[in-house]
């Protein structure tokens, strides 16, 4: 579709309330493969990728802001009026900002392996990735993301994870993720404090970008949040472990509505 004059893939699954999935750097929709199945069994699913990602092509350079402006544009084109957001890692900025900055388009918040925005040194460390992307390509940062972001036990017992990982990652534009990774080292925390709609956080025990402790502190930050850590997980909780993500998602959603309607759940 064309977007702010720009070209994005967007994929589109069932009817209903709209779910809007935001990726996060080198991913694509497919991402979200095992939620979507699900989720479009009760809701319209909308998924896109990201300017300079996946099947999206880049312009120029890349920014969250310019993300969020597409995703408001893309709720626009598809006269979407407002929408249950989740996302993962820098796909849960995105969604922090929409959901800080334009509360009337977000009706609930999930966030995978949040961040709020990088730290010092993870900002040099994404500027010093975009130089070996655009430098020898992007084998070596997926052989890399691979040992470090998925836990030892998806590792050992769900190699598949692996394989879906590294290729995700070596499907990706360098140039694309380059600049992605230049807008993540740049970006700057949304005010969450400003966040008012439903919010459930999720991470694994070995994430080490949405880590445990810095989730919890998320999760004092936004008022009314839940929190969810799940176990012998690293950073690709949807990924590692879709089951329980699936689960979790559609108690978040049952519940929401429930309050929605003014209902309460059997004890």
């Known amino acids: 579709m064309k977007i702010n004059n720009k070209i994005l893939s967007v994929e589109q699954n069932g009817e209903g309330e709209t779910i809007m999935m935001i990726h996060g750097l080198g991913g694509s929709c497919n991402a979200w493969m095992p939620q979507r199945e699900v989720l479009s069994n009760h809701y319209h699913v909308v998924c896109h990728d990201l300017e300079g990602s996946g099947r999206s092509p880049y312009q120029g350079e890349l920014s969250i802001e310019g993300f969020v402006q597409d995703a408001l544009s893309l709720m626009d084109e598809l006269k979407i009026d407002s929408v249950h ?22 009706k609930s918040m999930v966030l ?3 961040l709020t925005e990088p730290p010092a040194g993870a900002r040099n460390a994404l500027k010093d990735r975009a130089k070996l992307a655009r430098e020898q390509g992007m084998a070596p940062i997926a052989d890399a993301l691979v040992e470090a972001s998925i836990s030892q036990e998806s590792r050992k017992s769900q190699p598949i994870v692996c394989a879906f990982v590294r290729e995700i990652l070596m499907g990706q534009d360098a140039e694309g993720y380059a600049r992605t990774c230049e807008a993540l080292a740049a970006a700057n925390s949304a005010k969450l404090e400003a966040i008012s709609c439903p919010t459930l956080l999720l991470t ?5 970008v949405g880590s445990p402790a810095d989730t919890l502190k998320m999760a004092h930050q936004i008022a009314g949040s839940s929190l969810k850590i799940f176990s012998n997980t690293g950073h690709w909780t949807a990924i590692e472990r879709p089951q329980e993500v699936n689960n979790a998602l559609l108690n978040f959603y049952f519940s929401v509505s429930n309050k929605h309607l003014g209902c309460h759940e059997n004890p």
């Open 85 to 106: 957001l989740v996302g993962h890692s820098m796909g849960t900025i995105v969604c922090q900002h929409l959901a800080a900055n334009h509360a009337e388009r977000v």
């Open 112 to 114: 995978m392996g949040p």
């Open 204 to 208: 694994g025990d070995e994430d080490k």
